[in-house]
């Protein structure tokens, strides 16, 4: 089989999302779009980027791929099988194949609910493994995120914001998904705690052969981990491409203010803004 | 003679365990007219050093200094009227969350208007011509409309530039900005700082930017103070840090800055301190 054979991990055809809104005494019941046909296709191993600010859209693109949220409208195909999941529930097998990675690492773990149950509970919930497998795949799977075997006892209030994401991207591993959903995964963390995670992420995905779609404002985060870029602005996926391509030469508008707006970091800009405020000083 | 001057500041917290060291020994100092960014990740103390100069930490938190003048004068042992004539008017602050700053019960217009008339002792009518000039000068549209608005009726962004507003109200010779833009939007962020940024040359005020984010490090300072777990790693100005940065820490946390990638990996803090330690 050639490698254009392959079908797409995920394919979204004209994927419409529109959210009613409740009228009052004082106005009328509406709705608004949020998604305006969406199409993109995702390959096996590659990471989709999707960028936008918030309200682009781009938070509610992630959770209907993720099988969180029907669309209203178009098509989701995963493994080339079209999916609704209004029409039918996901059942056990197409759940172990896309998993979601929330931004707040915080918010996305019980409390109560210790690190080792964390990890088990997909699998008791979509596979009848008997306990002391879930067990050894749960904390072969707590080494392989990084963190120390003894992890597997102790509460979420333990472990600092760049481990909680560990937790989470591994809970979300333990069904062995073929497509990881990330919606803003490293938007909280520090900068040096981002780049172990981005790491991790990175070494997981050539391990497992995993598909990221991947959603996040920071462009400079987009460029080190993204293959494909789509830009979402006001539900409307205004540029789609290759990194290398939307990174040399930005089409739309929206893109290059994007770009535009982005912090320059290296070192003859900051010469040339030092030297702007000191002509402006003496002048 | 710097406007602000701390020497060897220590902040201490009581915990059940026992005292953590928030802050240690740390010297900071800034002139008229400048920007200082002290850059830290989460828990290098570097909001709890301005918000001891400010006066808003628990009681649980014990302040020493060698040295805490703000032009001159003596701050850290205020009376309570004493600070009030200087907190809020001559040094204000903002905050990282607009709108968790501003009382959801008030429209801004209110907020605005009554630190103009307990600040400043304007009347009602001059208080309500002063925050709409205000308004515009913050760039916020249709200050008519806007001021009757309420918090939730606002963007993010809208609420910042409300926040700028009532910082700025009084005139202040010292602002200080902790983590500003950290829950806005990269072009949303763009404009806040480019606001800032013209307030503080406009005002002639210096300015405290308080910051985990190297992007508005490079965009804003003229001075950097790197800090990390309570102490001062580095201080530079922000060409020599960027260019040729002393510290190993500076150095590990501009290599960690995705767009300065080399190759498939990020080098980590963690992955630099090894390699300092086995040099």
Redesign the interface.
């Known amino acids: 089989m050639t490698a254009a054979a392959i079908p797409p991990v995920v394919e979204g055809r004209g994927i419409v999302q529109d959210y009613a809104v409740p009228g009052s005494l004082f106005s009328r019941a509406g709705s608004v779009r949020a998604l305006n046909g969406i199409d993109f296709k995702v390959d096996k191993g590659k990471t989709l980027a999707i960028v936008g600010e918030s309200g682009s859209g781009k938070s509610t693109l992630a959770r209907i791929i993720a099988l969180i949220d029907a669309a209203s409208g178009g098509e989701l195909r995963i493994d080339d099988h079209p999916v609704d999941i209004a029409r039918k529930r996901p059942g056990p097998v197409l759940r172990s194949k896309v998993q979601m990675v929330f931004q707040n690492p915080y918010g996305s773990l019980n409390p109560r609910q210790k690190i080792g149950n964390v990890l088990m509970e997909p699998l008791v919930i979509n596979t009848d493994m008997p306990s002391s497998e879930r067990r050894d795949r749960a904390e072969a799977m707590i080494k392989k995120v990084g963190l120390q075997p003894e992890h597997f006892n102790r509460y979420p209030h333990m472990f600092s914001g760049g481990q909680r994401q560990r937790i989470a991207i591994a809970r979300a591993l333990m069904l062995n998904p073929s497509l990881l959903v990330l919606d803003e995964p490293v938007s909280a963390l520090d900068l040096s705690v981002q780049a172990q995670v981005l790491n991790l992420l990175a070494d997981l995905q050539d391990e497992f052969e995993l598909t990221y779609v991947f959603v996040s404002h920071d462009l400079s985060v987009v460029r080190y981990i993204a293959d494909e870029v789509m830009v979402i602005s006001k539900g409307e996926a205004v540029e789609q491409g290759s990194r290398e391509a939307l990174f040399a030469d930005p089409q739309h508008p929206y893109t290059r203010a994007l770009f535009a707006a982005t912090p320059v970091t290296d070192v003859a800009a900051i010469r040339a803004r030092v030297e702007r405020r000191k002509a402006a000083r003496s002048a | 003679m710097a406007l602000l001057n701390i020497k060897n500041l220590t902040v201490k917290f009581a915990t059940a365990t026992g005292s953590f060291t928030a802050v240690d020994g740390i010297d900071v100092h800034v002139d008229r007219g400048e920007v200082l960014a002290i850059v830290g ?2 828990g290098s103390g570097k909001s709890v050093s301005m918000l001891a100069v400010m006066g808003l930490l628990p009681d649980t938190a014990s302040i020493t200094a060698d040295e805490m003048t703000y032009d001159g004068r003596d701050i850290s042992n205020l009376s309570a009227s004493e600070r009030r004539t200087l907190i809020g008017r001559e040094i204000t602050m903002i905050f990282q969350e607009p709108v968790a700053s501003l009382n959801p019960s008030f429209t801004v217009g209110f907020q605005i208007e009554e630190v103009l008339r307990l600040n400043l002792g304007l009347s009602r009518r001059d208080a309500q011509s002063r925050a709409l000039d205000l308004f515009r000068a913050v760039g916020i549209p249709e200050p008519e409309a806007k001021i009757k608005a309420y918090p939730h009726q606002m963007s ?1 962004g809208q609420c910042q530039r409300v926040m700028i507003a009532i910082a700025i109200a009084s005139n202040p010779r010292l602002l200080i900005a902790d983590e500003p833009t950290t829950a806005l ?6 404009q806040i700082l480019d606001l800032l940024m013209k307030l503080q ?1 406009d005002y002639g005020m210096a300015l405290i930017l308080i910051t ?5 490090v ?2 804003t300072a ?1 001075r950097v103070v790197v800090q990390y777990q309570g102490k001062k790693m580095e201080e530079a ?3 020599s840090l ?2 040729n940065p002393q510290s190993p820490y500076t150095r ?3 290599s ?6 080399t190759g ?7 992955d630099f301190f090894a390699q300092e330690t086995a040099r």
Do not use: C, N, W, Y
């Not at chain 2, 939007?185 to 763009?190: E, F, G, R, S, Y």
């Not at chain 2, 960690?256 to 990638?261: D, F, G, I, R, V």
């Not at chain 2, 498939?264 to 963690?270: A, E, K």
């Open positions: 990740e989460s993010g939007d990269v072009t949303i962020q763009k040359e985990h984010d190297m992007g508005v490079a965009e003229d100005d922000v060409l960027f260019e590990a946390l501009l960690a800055l995705p767009e300065h990638a498939d990996r990020l080098p980590t803090v963690s």
